[in-house]
């Protein structure tokens, strides 16, 4: 019933078009971050794990600094040549990596790659909401964007794996090359214009005054700056398992690389579910309530993690799946729900900055509290997730 509800966004032409280059897009993101990986560690052999965690800080630092510029340049340029020019950069970029040989060719490569990233997002999720104009049917293309982008998180990774095992690395950062030249063509299939209103060109003077107002308006409206408060709540969760379940896997539970994979599969296939869900709210304050709800299921299921076996961590990672979902989504509809459509790419860019600042802090919290509570580090966390999930609650019934 769900499924069947969301895929009712397709029948918009626009959106389908923009579905289908954003599909192809995220195939291309899992090959490049999975043929980044094989060529970090031809290049650093055992220190592959230290150039990618040092690319995946440049990577989230980048979308930090860069996204609210480009939410401006959404708003005041055509979105469809943005979308297109930051394809092309990527095209170009992925196509020379196979020519790299060291490890700072790979962090130039992921800082460009990131500024036009970041340069992509914020436009694309402005324009999904651009060409519809029933308001019933966003959230569910929204909720099916999210879907997407959970289940090839899942599925990328193992398509890119295994065209690794058949073909070489550079096979892949080629094939890689041409999603984007296929994902370019489906925007241009777009039959709308994706101009804003009064197209303004950006100067010097208002480029700040505009990148403030993108951060202004996603904190003055209550229901949203209580949605990304809540984002940083599931972020502290979210951070514990991407950084701290392997070492319960591997260490811990004393099991295999595939049962990682199993747990980490268990949570996207969760986030499928939670995502699927979140497009059947119907009212701005459902969508609220669901993101304070959706953060407390993430804290109650990581609390005890630290003694939960295989069948246990695959049930909960699986839920927490589901309450990342009900958290993040939300609030990509309420800014929908509560911007002008004219100055959707300003907060999209203030949003996706915010939102990404939020791990900046999480990862750090994740790695102290494994290396001073190596048995309690999730309670740790979860300890930390609701003090912050609380000081909100009391706060939200102050202001009543």
């Not at 990682?260 to 499928?272: D, E, N, Q, R, T």
Request: include cysteine; hydrophobic fraction near 55%; glycine fraction near 6%.
């Amino acid at each position: 019933m769900f499924l069947k509800s969301n895929l009712r966004s397709l029948q918009n032409t626009s959106f389908r078009w923009l579905f289908l280059s954003q599909a192809i897009n995220l195939l291309g993101d899992a090959l490049s971050w999975t043929g980044l990986a094989l060529l970090a560690h031809k290049i650093a052999g055992e220190n592959a794990t230290n150039v990618l965690s040092i690319s995946l800080t440049i990577r989230v630092l980048v979308f930090v600094v860069v996204a609210p510029y480009s939410g401006v340049l959404a708003d005041k340029l055509d979105r469809k040549k943005i979308m297109l020019f930051s394809h092309f950069i990527r095209m170009v970029l992925v196509a020379l990596l196979p020519f790299a040989f060291l490890a700072w060719h790979i962090y130039g490569f992921v800082f460009i790659f990131s500024i036009f990233s970041a340069l992509f997002t914020p436009t694309f999720k402005a324009s999904v909401i651009q060409v519809f104009d029933d308001k019933a049917l966003y959230p569910q293309a929204i909720s099916l964007s999210s879907a997407t982008y959970q289940l090839l998180g899942i599925l990328g990774p193992g398509l890119a794996g295994g065209l690794a095992t058949f073909f070489n690395i550079d096979f892949i950062f080629w094939i890689d090359a041409l999603t984007f030249v296929f994902s370019a063509i489906f925007i241009l299939m777009v039959p709308m214009s994706l101009k804003v209103s009064h197209i303004i060109k950006p100067t010097k003077t208002t480029l700040w005054k505009d990148i403030k107002l993108g951060s202004q308006l996603l904190f003055k409206n209550k229901m949203t700056k209580q949605a990304l408060f809540m984002q940083l709540v599931v972020a502290l969760v979210g951070a514990q398992v991407l950084v701290n379940t392997i070492f319960h896997i591997k260490e811990t539970l004393s099991l295999e690389d595939k049962h990682y994979g199993w747990v980490m599969s268990a949570m996207g296939l969760g986030a499928v579910i939670g995502a699927l869900l979140a497009g059947s709210l119907k009212t701005p304050k459902a969508r609220l309530r669901t993101t304070i709800i959706g953060a407390i299921l993430g804290i109650v299921c990581i609390a005890f993690a630290n003694e939960y076996n295989l069948i246990l961590v695959l049930i909960f990672w699986g839920i927490i799946g589901v309450s990342e979902s009900l958290v993040n989504i939300p609030v990509d509809t309420l800014i929908a729900d509560t911007t002008d459509k004219k100055l959707q790419g300003r907060v999209y860019g203030a949003h996706f900055s915010w939102s990404h600042l939020w791990w900046v802090v999480a990862y750090p919290i994740a790695g102290l509290s494994i290396k001073h509570f190596p048995g309690n580090y999730f309670l740790i966390g979860a300890g930390i997730a609701i003090v912050l999930w609380i000081v909100f609650l009391i706060k939200r019934k102050s202001n009543k």
